[in-house]
């Protein structure tokens, strides 16, 4: 199993910029992929950035080159990061943490951090 908790949300005016955080404890060494969800209300919930096994990332179309995903692994945790650059009345929502482990592609996520951009 894997704890997740996240940090670093709240409300920044349109254009500003916020860094979202993710400590991983546990099972860290079965940890496949990472990754930032975020759900807006009445709407599902998407995939925003992700690292993936072998350390190649990936960013849905409407936070390229605003959103920097990184990874930095210690000796007991694992940290995800999202750091979110000019920042726009859309990207108001609920963010969450999530990480697949291996074997068995097991899904774990966040309690989810609100972020509320204002215009």
């Known amino acids: 199993q894997v704890q997740l908790v996240e940090s670093g949300g709240g409300l920044v005016q349109a254009g500003g910029s916020l860094r979202l955080s993710c400590a991983a404890s546990?099972?860290?060494?079965?940890?496949?992929?990472m990754g930032w969800y975020r759900q807006a209300p009445g709407k599902q919930r998407e995939l925003v950035a992700a690292i993936i096994s072998g350390g190649s990332t990936m960013y849905a179309d409407s936070v390229k080159g605003r959103f920097t995903i990184s990874r930095l692994n210690a000796k007991n945790t694992v940290s995800l990061y999202l750091q979110m650059n000019s920042l726009k009345p859309e990207d108001t929502a609920v963010y969450y943490c999530?990480?697949?482990?291996?074997?068995?592609?097991?899904?774990?996520w966040g309690q989810g951090i609100q972020v509320t951009v204002s215009s």
């Open positions: 546990g099972s860290i060494f079965s940890i496949n992929d």
């Open positions: 999530n990480v697949v482990l291996i074997p068995g592609h097991r899904d774990y």
